[in-house]
C-alpha cells in the first residue's frame, strides 16, 4: 500500500470531527448483506458504492485502515477508507480491539460494509498465502 496522501488525511480528520458531534450514535449489528463474494482469488480492489444514494448501506474494498484507541477509556473506532469516504465502526471490547486490528493489518485486502448511517457493521479480512 501507498502514503495516504494530505488530502486522505485530512478527510479522516473531517470524518472524525464529524462523528465526534454525533457521539453516541453506534454502528449496527446487522448481519452482512446477502450474497457477499465467497473466498477465493479477488481483485486487488473493486468498485466502491460510496456513491450510493445517502442512506444506504453499502461496501466496498478498502484502501487505508486506522485504529483510533482512546487511552482514557471508551470504544474503540476502526476507520476505513474506501476510496470515496472513511467510514468508522466502534470496538468496544479490549480483546475484539486487538484481534480485529491484528487480523486486519495484517491481511492483503480487507472488505467492508456499512450500514444505512454509514457506520461499519463488517469486516473482511482477506490473506492470500
Do not use: C
Not at 500500500?1 to 454525533?22: F, G, K, W
Not at 446487522?30 to 444506504?56: D, F, I, L, V
Not at 492483503?108 to 498465502?129: C, M, P, T
Amino acid at each position: 500500500m501507498e502514503e495516504p496522501s494530505q488530502a486522505i488525511v485530512d478527510q479522516l480528520d473531517a470524518a472524525a470531527r464529524a462523528a465526534q458531534t454525533t457521539a453516541g450514535a453506534s454502528p449496527s449489528s446487522a448481519s452482512p448483506p446477502s450474497g457477499p463474494p465467497g473466498p477465493g482469488t479477488a481483485p486487488a480492489k473493486r468498485a466502491t458504492t460510496a456513491a450510493a444514494p445517502a442512506g444506504a448501506g453499502g461496501s466496498a474494498t478498502t484502501h487505508y485502515l486506522v485504529l483510533d484507541h482512546y487511552f482514557s477509556g471508551g470504544p474503540a473506532a476502526l476507520w476505513a477508507y474506501d476510496g470515496a469516504a472513511w467510514r468508522a465502526g466502534l470496538v468496544a471490547e479490549p480483546g475484539d480491539e486487538q484481534g480485529v486490528v491484528q487480523v486486519a493489518f495484517a491481511a492483503n485486502r480487507v472488505d467492508v460494509w456499512w450500514d444505512s448511517s454509514g457506520s461499519l457493521s463488517v469486516i473482511r479480512s482477506w490473506k492470500y498465502l
